[in-house]
T-cell receptor, first 111, second 116 residues
Framework: QKEVEQDPGPLSVPEGAIVSLNCTYS??????FMWYRQYSRKGPELLMY????GNKEDGRFTAQVDKSSKYISLFIRDSQPSDSATYLC???????????FGKGTLLTVNP | ETGVTQTPRHLVMGMTNKKSLKCEQH?????MYWYKQSAKKPLELMFV???????ENNSVPSRFSPECPNSSHLFLHLHTLQPEDSALYLC???????????????FGPGTRLTVT
């Protein structure tokens, strides 16, 4: 079983839709959970991070972590064409600084 | 210049060539990383430098040789590469406290490498 599973998509939605992106993981030692956004021909940029379980909201973006199910989600409300990118989940343990990434999900928001 | 810069942005090299990738960070960080990004695969950590000392070599073949002369610069020296080494090579940096790098990594735009 891979440490982090992420559906690569592609995912195509109309503008204004609510987007749900997800990752599952197997390592119960993971405590920090991150979402990176990568535009074409650019490096990934940190979008949100969450420590342990719970929700975190930032504007149109909400990150959720359910450690009991080993499942994390990123929700994008009122999606915009500018949200079109690849979204990467990443996670790490408390004392291990190494990030383990998912494969990324390619999202296209159509105007 | 701001953030993390990488040069060149594109590189085509033959299997017998020797080339180097350069990364520079302008963020005052003291940890730097090399990652490999291949299609349909997760980002693979290659090397980590923390306060100029290599703290991680993720079983990378010796045809990849990193160099970190100071906390702002990181190089990846390439020689006798294979076609399967073609990928996007990303550099990242982060702050570190008490020799533990922060989770928050800032990435450069990458070098698209093609080995022919």
């Amino acid at each position: 079983q891979k440490e982090v599973e992420q559906d690569p998509g592609p995912l195509s939605v109309p503008e204004g839709a609510i987007v749900s992106l997800n990752c599952t993981y197997s390592n119960s030692a993971f405590q920090y959970f991150m979402w990176y956004r990568q535009y074409s021909r650019k490096g990934p940029e940190l979008l949100m991070y969450t420590y342990s379980s719970g929700n975190k909201e930032d504007g149109r973006f909400t990150a959720q972590v359910d450690k009991s199910s080993k499942y994390i989600s990123l929700f994008i409300r009122d999606s915009q064409p500018s949200d079109s990118a690849t979204y990467l989940c990443a996670m790490r343990g408390g004392s291990n600084y190494k990030l383990t990434f998912g494969k990324g999900t390619l999202l296209t928001v159509n105007p | 210049e701001t953030g993390v810069t990488q040069t060149p942005r594109h590189l085509v090299m033959g299997m017998t060539n020797k080339k180097s990738l350069k990364c520079e960070q302008h963020l005052g960080h003291n940890a730097m990383y090399w990652y490999k990004q291949s299609a349909k695969k997760p980002l693979e950590l290659m090397f980590v430098y923390n306060f100029k000392e290599q703290t991680e070599n993720n079983s990378v073949p010796s045809r990849f040789s990193p160099e970190c002369p100071n906390s702002s610069h990181l190089f990846l020296h390439l020689h006798t590469l294979q076609p399967e080494d073609s990928a996007l090579y990303l550099c990242a940096s982060s702050q570190a406290r008490r020799a533990v790098p922060s989770y928050e990594q800032y990435f450069g735009p990458g070098t698209r490498l093609t080995v022919t």
